[in-house]
């Protein structure tokens, strides 16, 4: 697979807090050139860039970065960003009910958003750096019995990012029918390359685009 054959797997994303219109606008034509899987953009941007890239699949955020957000809330802001134009929601789960061990509240709000977001595809984000290892199994399960597309390792706010060793957690814990985005400190083409082969099937980076466009 070439550097530009791996950008079919990338979520280009641009989450800053502080992105600007042009930003966002940059980062749409990026993806429109070089063919990524979709933009992951704040859900504020999400009406503004369906109007003007309306081929463009549109992926934000719900939820995040900390996840603690109520269940109503979550499911408010899905449906909105639905609405808005949004393909994909990238959730957060409330990693304070993953250390009071009520995985099946986890599992419940889970349920609740992939009812929100209809035939739309949910990935899960665990944010695996504050997880033990039986916490991320938990949530492999959940995930999974919850119905969501995908389990996803990280924010990229938290302490720590994707590993390639949670990448092999998961994908023995995980049902057949949930995929795998790794996200957090992918930054080289070795990585991206790295998480493609470990068997994600998305991968959410910043960089990516520079740096195949740069290749080739």
């Not at 750096?129 to 996803?152: F, N, R, W």
């Not at 049902?175 to 795998?180: A, E, R």
């Amino acid at each position: 697979m070439t550097d530009l054959e791996m950008l079919k797997y990338v979520d280009h994303t641009q989450l800053k807090a502080f992105a600007t219109w042009e930003d966002i606008k940059e980062l749409c034509k990026e993806a429109v050139e070089y063919n990524t899987a979709t933009v992951c953009i704040p859900p504020c941007y999400i009406s503004r860039v369906h109007k003007e890239f309306p081929t463009l699949a549109i992926c934000t955020v719900v939820g995040f970065p900390l996840g603690y957000s109520v269940t109503e809330s979550k499911v408010l802001e899905t449906k909105k960003a639905i609405e808005d134009g949004a393909q994909e929601v990238d959730m957060v789960i409330n990693i304070s009910d993953v250390k009071n061990r009520d995985y099946k509240k986890v599992e419940d709000e889970i349920a609740e958003l992939k009812k929100a977001v209809g035939d739309k595809v949910l990935k899960v984000i665990i944010e695996a750096c504050y997880l033990t290892e039986e916490e991320k199994i938990a949530m492999c399960k959940a995930v999974t019995a919850a119905g969501a597309d995908y389990i996803k390792t990280s924010t990229g706010f938290g302490t720590g990012g994707a590993t390639l060793e949670d990448i092999e957690l998961f994908k023995k814990h995980i049902g057949p029918d949930v995929k795998i985005k790794a996200a957090g400190g992918v930054r080289t083409l070795e990585d991206l390359r790295a998480f493609i082969e470990a068997g994600c099937d998305r991968v959410g980076a910043s960089a990516a685009v520079k740096l195949a466009a740069q290749n080739n």
